[in-house]
């Protein structure tokens, strides 16, 4: 009996988005019984949305195997995807690509269509825009879209139609880019996507209104993020995004000591879930802070940093060390008089 009060209330918590509720219920649940594929995902996803990505890949390897067990091919797919995903996120291109190639042969076996062909596709997305192939990224993402208008699958059309959108704008159509990653994240702020589908759409759409110069997209949506994360107190995951992009916002509206204790904050937060590159960016935004602010060795220590945990400030570390040179000529010539 323990068991099933514990079960039904983890279950109660990820309906409520009480995330921490509901990682210790349907952890104590599982300690008093193994639990089935469905609600070992629930606690992948309640272990993800509290910072705990380690148990979220360790869930999700326990569930991809029961879903096996019991010849639900399908859900045994989705759970390598998310392993993939999950994986390709933390730098570890190798493991992913293992996870992605055991998805495709899984899908392989099926002879129905189904919609995880179109989820197939976002590994794909993934690599071209890593090498910068907006084209290609364009036409897979608007084929991923497709199947999930056909399927009906909200979540694989928001992260299909952000990334092309973000394509469309670099590749000349800015226009039509903006308004697919718009339909996204107004699907993101109606509650139409799941937790983790919704936190990956906010800071990616943020991400990209910044990297296209859009501030004020992205300040409009950072702040819908950010009431997003206020509406969920219980969550880590996207916090540290979240002050992240506020930061930013904030250096470009001159508020500097603001902005810098975000971003301090940004850091500590990033660092404790695990995500050197996301930290590493929190600390290069301290850096052009530091840097706009004169405090050159100061920003010159962050870029360091940064650089160390994976994000790779160069120009902002050229410029402060041009601005140092300047500053150490001008001072012994001011010496020399």
Request: hydrophobic residues 45%; glycine residues 8%.
């Amino acid at each position: 009996m323990e068991r099933v009060d514990e079960l039904e209330r983890g279950r109660a918590c990820c309906v409520r988005r009480a995330w921490l509720d509901a990682y210790e219920s349907l952890s104590r649940a599982e300690r008093l019984a193994p639990l089935e594929g469905e609600d070992i995902e629930l606690l992948a996803t309640a272990a993800y949305m509290v910072g705990r990505e380690d148990d979220f890949v360790s869930c999700l390897e326990r569930a991809h195997q029961l879903h096996l067990d019991a010849g639900a091919t399908l859900p045994a797919v989705r759970c390598a995807l998310w392993i993939g995903f999950a994986l390709a996120l933390r730098g570890e291109a190798g493991p992913a690509g293992g996870w992605f190639g055991r998805a495709r042969r899984l899908v392989e076996r099926v002879d129905a269509d189904c919609v995880e062909r179109g989820w197939l596709l976002l590994p794909a997305v993934l690599q071209q825009a890593s090498a910068k192939e907006w084209e290609a990224v364009a036409t897979t993402a608007a084929e991923a879209g497709q199947v999930a208008e056909r399927f009906g699958d909200r979540d694989l059309f928001a992260l299909a139609a952000h990334e092309q959108g973000h394509a469309l704008v670099r590749n000349g159509q800015p226009v039509e880019g903006f308004a697919l990653m718009d339909e996204a994240m107004v699907a993101a702020v109606n509650g139409e996507l799941s937790a983790v589908v919704t936190g990956l759409v906010y800071c990616g759409v943020i991400a990209y209104c910044q990297e296209l110069h859009d501030p004020r997209r992205a300040a409009e949506w950072t702040a819908a993020l950010t009431r997003w994360c206020d509406q969920q107190p219980q969550m880590v995951a996207y916090t540290g995004q979240c002050l992240v992009h506020r930061a930013e916002i904030l250096q470009t509206r001159g508020a500097w000591a603001e902005a810098l204790e975000e971003a301090r904050q940004a850091f500590d937060r990033l660092m404790q879930v695990t995500r050197p590159g996301l930290a590493g960016h929190a600390r290069y935004r301290q850096g052009e802070l530091y840097r706009v602010q004169g405090e050159l060795d100061a920003a010159e220590e962050a870029y360091r940093d940064a650089s160390r945990l994976g994000f790779q400030p160069h120009r902002a570390w050229r410029c402060c060390a041009l601005r140092k040179a300047r500053v150490a000529w001008r001072s012994r010539r001011s010496a020399g008089r």
